[in-house]
Antibody, heavy 121, light 110 residues
Framework: QVQLVQSGAEVKEPGASVKVSCRASGYIFSDYYMHWVRQAPGQGLEWMGWINPNSGGKQYAQKFQGRVTMTRDTSISTAFMELSRLTYDDTAVYYC??????????????WGQGTLVTVSS | QSALTQPASVSGSPGQSITISCTGTSSDVGAYNHVSWYQQHPGKVPKLMIYDVSNRPSGVSDRFSGSKFDNTASLTISGLQAEDEADYYCSSYTNRDTWVFGGGTKLTVL
């Protein structure tokens, strides 16, 4: 069965960086783009960007340009999202979610369980 | 990229039907048939309910349906049930090869 398993909760100080991992299983890793979505407490979903596990190509939301880096390690079917220069507003649950590479369809069909990142001094 | 516009809240009684709108622009909702809808219960992971405007994934009740006209997509839930009470989010692919979500709608079953 398809599973996206994320790394555990993190507590970071303002100005620090955080790196969240998302290990995929149950499907061919390169057949799906991996996206990252975050949700601040009591707020809605916010799209951050995607990475193509096959080519390493990526696209980030303008809001996070210069501060987010998405990478992948195909040998362990794992995607990573690193966010730098953290502020209190970055406190949120961060999700990975896959989207088929098939250009005929676009949907987040499987999601990771979420990783809570708390920015606190 | 601005968020898609959804009503903050909707409500309905059991057995009734409700519709949640999702308004974007000609660069996202109006440009592609790549609108999807997600249900999220408190503290839970979002669940895909509708994809590519009107398609239901396997296992999703046929009480859920989707449509689109111009720059506005809609999610309709018929025969409302208590378990449908949740937050609902729309999402669309955009012409910048990015995605955007709506602000979310809280559905209350009276």
């Amino acid at each position: 069965q398809v599973q996206l398993v994320q790394s555990g909760a993190e507590v970071k100080e303002p100005g620090a960086s955080v790196k969240v991992s998302c290990r995929a299983s149950g499907y061919i890793f390169s057949d799906y783009y991996m996206h990252w979505v975050r949700q601040a407490p009591g707020q809605g979903l916010e799209w951050m960007g995607w990475i193509n596990p096959n080519s390493g190509g990526k696209q980030y939301a303008q809001k996070f340009q210069g501060r987010v880096t998405m990478t992948r390690d195909t040998s362990i079917s794992t995607a990573f999202m690193e966010l730098s220069r953290l502020t209190y507003d970055d406190t949120a649950v961060y999700y990975c979610a896959r989207v088929p590479r098939d250009v005929g369809t676009a949907m987040f069909d499987y999601w990771g369980q979420g990783t809570l990142v708390t920015v606190s001094s | 990229q601005s968020a898609l516009t959804q009503p903050a809240s909707v409500s309905g009684s059991p057995g009734q039907s409700i519709t949640i709108s999702c308004t974007g622009t000609s660069s996202d909702v109006g440009a592609y048939n790549h609108v999807s809808w997600y249900q999220q219960h408190p503290g839970k992971v979002p669940k895909l309910m509708i994809y590519d405007v009107s398609n239901r994934p396997s296992g999703v009740s046929d009480r859920f349906s989707g449509s689109k006209f111009d720059n506005t997509a809609s999610l309709t839930i018929s025969g409302l049930q208590a378990e449908d009470e949740a937050d609902y989010y729309c999402s669309s692919y955009t012409n910048r090869d990015t995605w955007v979500f709506g602000g979310g709608t809280k559905l209350t079953v009276l």
